[in-house]
Nanobody, 124 residues
Framework: QVQLAESGGRLVQAGDSLRLSCVDS????????MAWFRQAPGKEREFVAA????????KYATSVQGRFTISRDNSRNTLYLEMDDLKPDDTAIYYC?????????????????WGQGTQVTVSS
């Protein structure tokens, strides 16, 4: 059973940094690929970053490349998203997602499990 819970979202100013966490309360965290997606008001859910089950391979959206870093600690069943140089356009609800696949997929419908989301708001 996969149960994901995000935390860490809050109101910050442009240029600030923030770290999001996603904890899996299940027992198979190290066996599935993970990703972060985000959804802004009135927009579709979009891919942010993905990481392989072992953490060796990552993939980023062009809009966050060089500013965001995805990582995982399998001993703690936790996924992270370190966000630097935040911009107002980064304002969204951020979701973590999991799937049993070796492919770093960037499509929401390829993921089987989702958290409830955490709100990130970046003021200018």
């Amino acid at each position: 059973q996969v149960q994901l819970a995000e935390s860490g979202g809050r109101l910050v100013q442009a240029g600030d940094s923030l770290r999001l966490s996603c904890v899996d309360s299940g027992h198979s965290f190290s066996t599935y690929g993970m990703a972060w997606f985000r959804q802004a008001p009135g927009k579709e859910r979009e891919f942010v970053a993905a990481i392989s089950y072992g953490g060796a391979t990552t993939k980023y959206a062009t809009s966050v490349q060089g500013r965001f870093t995805i990582s995982r600690d399998n001993s703690r069943n936790t996924l992270y998203l370190e966000m630097d140089d935040l911009k107002p356009d980064d304002t969204a609800i951020y979701y973590c997602a999991a799937h049993y696949s070796l492919i770093l997929n960037d499509l929401p419908n390829e993921y089987d499990y989702w958290g409830q989301g955490t709100q990130v708001t970046v003021s200018s």
